[in-house]
């Protein structure tokens, strides 16, 4: 056995009961993440609606009787115009320095349905797009309902999963179609002016006031716009719910129209709607074509808002300057929000749980300055314990190109947007906001304190009451103001909501369509002012609606397409489509049954839109492509027809 000298022993004993004269070195910190090159990238998704289901945003109370399968409280839509989409725009320097901007044709985007599509992204792809997502509704009225779970049920139909989960595979195919488009590119931050397009519809406040910004986030590649990100003030809303429709409504007129007038191969246009709380789309004076077909109630409306935004748009962006090195970045925060945090005293409204539908008389031809509304914030429905009004919301913060931006969870007032803005613009660093509403959740109308006082609809839509819209300010300038400053949060952040129960959706029992993709009734020829309409029978709406795409003759068929490439084709504002069950739906209905689906498609000859495309005398048909459960859409021709416009 060998033995150590003593001294050595000693010596060992030292060295491991003392630290070691030589320190160890301090491990390497990893170097921060810089950004890389710009790309963009852009992508639509056709919304996966069945036309039959009720729209969102109204009180189906007086509404009227249409029956639907996929409809439950609400009357159900028989009609399109300008069909549903979900519309993105990817932003990227590199995982980190990202900035995905979304919209949907929907009332509303809650934060359980950001939620949802941030878990199905994460599955898909491993990623976390928390920090990048804005998730915005163009808030149409004719947008499809039954996506939420819960209080608002009262406003969108009952809760359906199994359509709420395809509306969130089509956002997270948007996003991923977004990301797979990345290429280099160019960005431009352009500010406009569109004084025409809106109007102040809040009359109990006593003032005709507007803010008419509308900034433009334009990506080039290779010196050709590919995309157009305009937010704007607009209150997304013409069509009603006695329209029976399903339609991107104003907002997509705005971006149809601007898609033609820029005739930019591939462009997208994306309208982010901002406050809009006290804003309602105008009635530009563009005239329209020689002889123009007369228009159902509303549509000649969207036709002048969408002409007039796209001229707007157009000259705005003559001369722009862009960047390939825009700053690209993102944070968000989750705020709480109960009547205790809003510090109400005794007495003041007194709805522990949230109230809404705080009623008072408003005379808004009374003479002089308008009075604030004795009890209105006692004069409310109240949530219940069991079911309280939301206990959070979110905003999400970041720079895109020279400005900032935020998001607004909800409808707000534009003076309060304005208040809000020069806030953030007093910080350090801060020189230009822009603002997207209705994004990343929806906590209903924000007013001023002092204005909510004066009632309306507009107050009576705050769930929290007068200082509701004060507090959602206040908590988006400190999340500005931790995301560039730094140092503590003001506010203590919530967690993640949860998710809305889509653990055991039952099936959605469709039918048969019987004679699928046979021709009803053909075109005929049609003069000046006229309508062309042909009709096919289809499959079940929840397999999607056919698409009409008017060809033109000139030694073969093509085609017929506006500047940008796009066809003219019945999902877009030159046509609407009506569809017809034979049997008629009936409540005493033992489903699936089989039955006749008429899809009838009318093009307006002389509109605003045909001239786009350039419709002119010649020889046209129909080509229908007819979607069917499982297969691959059935195409069919009409029989051709004479146009002389």
Not at 9 to 16: G, H, M, S, Y
Not at 125 to 150: C, K, M, N, Q, W
Not at 298 to 316: F, I, N, Q, T
Not at 529 to 542: E, H, I, N, Q, R
Request: with cysteine; charged share 20%; net charge negative.
């Amino acid at each position: 056995m060998l033995r150590l000298p003593l001294l050595s022993l000693a010596a060992l004993a030292l060295l491991t009961a003392c630290p070691s004269a030589v320190p160890e070195p301090e491990p390497t910190p990893s170097p921060e993440p810089e950004p890389g090159a710009f790309q963009a990238g852009a992508a639509v998704v056709r919304m996966p609606v069945p036309v039959g289901i009720g729209t969102a945003g109204s009180s189906f109370l007086g509404g009227p009787d249409s029956d639907s399968p996929y409809a439950n409280s609400f009357p159900a839509t028989t009609r399109l115009h300008g069909h549903p989409d979900v519309r993105a725009v990817m932003y990227s320097r590199g995982e980190g320095f990202e900035v995905v901007l979304v919209r949907v044709d929907m009332i509303a985007a809650p934060e359980q349905l950001r939620e949802a599509v941030l878990v199905e992204l994460a599955e898909r792809s491993g990623r976390d797009y928390d920090d990048a997502l804005v998730l915005s509704a163009t808030h149409t009225h004719s947008g499809p309902g039954r996506f939420i779970e819960g209080f608002y049920s009262i406003i969108t139909d009952d809760f359906l999963p199994p359509h709420y989960i395809r509306v969130v595979d089509s956002i997270a195919d948007a996003i991923e179609a977004a990301y797979a488009d990345l290429a280099p590119a160019e960005l431009a931050v352009v500010r406009a002016s569109a004084p025409d397009g809106h109007d102040d519809r809040r009359c109990e406040d006593g003032l005709d006031y507007t803010n008419d910004d509308a900034p433009l986030l334009t990506v080039r590649k290779d010196g050709v716009i590919e995309s157009v990100v305009m937010s704007y003030a607009i209150h997304g809303t013409v069509l009603g719910i006695d329209d029976l429709t399903l339609s991107k409504d104003v907002s997509g007129a705005i971006e149809d129209f601007t898609e033609a007038e820029l005739g930019e191969p591939g462009a997208m246009v994306m309208l982010m709607n901002s406050w809009g709380a006290d804003a309602s789309p105008a009635t530009p004076d563009v005239a329209p074509p020689a002889s123009a077909t007369p228009l159902p109630d509303g549509y000649d409306k969207l036709e002048r808002v969408g002409s007039y935004m796209a001229g707007v748009v157009s000259s705005s962006l003559a001369g722009a300057s862009f960047s390939d090195t825009p700053d690209i970045d993102g944070a968000t925060y989750r705020y709480p929000i109960n009547h205790s945090l809003l510090d109400y005293q005794l007495g003041e409204f007194p709805f522990l749980y949230g109230g809404v539908y705080c009623q008072g008389a408003v005379d808004c031809e009374a003479p002089g300055p308008p009075q604030p509304l004795e009890d209105i914030d006692e004069a409310c429905l109240p949530f219940p314990e069991d079911n309280p009004a939301p206990l959070q919301s979110m905003v999400t913060v970041g720079r895109i190109g020279g400005s900032h931006f935020m998001t607004w969870g909800g409808e707000c007032g534009t003076k309060l947007a304005e208040r809000t803005m020069d806030e953030m613009l007093a910080l350090d660093g801060v020189s230009d906001v822009v603002f997207f509403g209705y994004a990343n959740d929806y906590m209903g109308y924000a007013l001023e304190y002092d204005d909510w006082y004066f009632g309306g609809y507009e107050a009576s839509g705050s769930m929290w009451g007068p200082k509701q819209g004060e507090y959602m300010s206040a908590r988006a300038v400190d999340a500005m103001n931790h995301y560039v400053v730094g140092g503590e949060l003001a506010f203590t952040q919530a967690d993640n909501v949860a998710l809305f129960d889509v653990s055991d959706p039952v099936a959605v029992p469709t039918e048969t369509g019987l004679d699928v993709a046979t021709m009803v009734t053909q075109p005929t020829d049609s003069g000046p002012g006229g309508v062309v309409t042909a009709t096919v029978y289809g499959s079940d709406p929840w397999f999607g609606a056919p698409v009409a795409v008017l060809q033109t003759e000139s030694g073969g068929w093509s085609d017929v397409t506006f500047g940008d490439g796009s066809a003219f084709d019945s999902d877009g504002y030159g046509f609407w489509v009506d569809m017809v069950p034979d049997p008629p739906y009936s409540d005493d209905d033992v489903l699936p049954l089989t039955r006749h689906f008429a899809w009838s498609f009318t093009l307006a000859v002389s509109s605003r839109l045909s001239e786009r495309a350039g419709v002119g005398a010649g020889t046209y048909r129909f080509r229908i492509a007819v979607p069917q459960d499982g297969a691959e859409p059935v195409e069919v021709t009409t029989d051709s027809f004479a146009l002389t416009p």
